[in-house]
């Protein structure tokens, strides 16, 4: 394992440690109420270790996001954190990662994660995680990128989320064609096959 690479505010642009395409998961820093959610993130996260992947996340040891990246890392897979620094007082950093990224604010967090990453899945969480997944589809839609963006919807968790995007489609705030770009998923499998072709992104830039 790498050893662990911290950035600050004063050190933007460090070299990058991993040489894996990296998929970016949004998940919750709590594990949920039913089990289900642990172990689909689990599965999914070893799956992705297991094709070749690495992870980028927010840097936190606790909840479904700690529980992601040690099942990368138990998979050889690589690890990529990105978490503010306020934020450590709320979410407890991971140290054993293959590159952890102290930055200063949440919007730094959220464009290193998108130029990192060459694919983006919502896992089950809070309003943390709707918000990055429906802001990176919101970059999609005015076209900052064309990478594939995913729902995980375990045990229907986002199935009031899809009905209220296809009730902005029928009400006609919501183009189709951009609705249809956040693909749903009810099954791992369906997330492998839609990254497993992926390659890295060739730039790594805030």
């Given at each position: 394992m790498?050893?662990v690479?911290?950035?600050t505010a004063k050190h933007k642009?460090?070299t990058?440690?991993?040489n894996q395409?990296?998929?970016a998961l949004?998940?919750g820093?709590?594990?949920?109420n039913?089990?289900?959610?642990?172990?689909?993130?689990?599965?999914l996260?070893?799956s992705?270790s297991?094709?070749?992947?690495g992870l980028?996340?927010?840097?936190?040891?606790?909840g479904l996001m700690?529980?992601?990246?040690?099942?990368f890392?138990q998979?050889?897979?690589?690890t990529?954190g990105?978490i503010?620094?306020?934020?450590l007082?709320?979410?407890?950093a991971?140290?054993?990662?293959t590159?952890l990224?102290?930055?200063e604010?949440?919007?730094?967090?959220k464009?290193?994660m998108?130029?990192?990453?060459?694919a983006f899945v919502?896992l089950?969480?809070?309003?943390?995680?709707?918000e990055e997944?429906l802001e990176?589809?919101t970059?999609?839609q005015?076209?900052?990128?064309q990478?594939?963006m995913?729902?995980?919807?375990?045990?229907?968790?986002?199935?009031a989320?899809?009905a209220?995007?296809d009730?902005?489609v029928?009400e006609?705030?919501?183009?189709p064609?951009?609705?249809a770009?956040?693909?749903i998923?009810?099954?791992?499998d369906q997330?492998?096959?839609?990254v497993?072709?992926?390659d890295?992104?060739?730039?790594?830039?805030i």
């Open positions: 790498d050893s690479l911290k950035m642009n460090p990058p440690k991993t395409p990296l998929i949004y998940c820093s709590r594990s949920g039913k089990p289900i959610y642990q172990e689909k993130a689990i599965a996260a070893q992705l297991d094709l070749g992947f980028v996340y927010g840097g936190a040891s606790i700690g529980q992601v990246a040690d099942a890392r998979r050889g897979g690589q990529v990105v503010p620094e306020f934020m007082d709320y979410e407890i991971h140290n054993q990662l590159e990224h102290i930055v604010s949440m919007h730094e967090r464009a290193m998108a130029e990192r990453a060459s919502a089950p969480g809070g309003l943390g995680t709707f997944i990176i589809a970059w999609g005015l076209n900052q990128h990478k594939p995913m729902l995980y919807n375990v045990n229907g968790f986002y199935d989320l899809i209220q995007l009730h902005a029928s006609g705030f919501l183009p064609q951009h609705r770009k956040l693909i998923c009810n099954h791992a997330i492998v096959n839609a497993k072709n992926l890295a992104p060739k730039h790594f830039a």
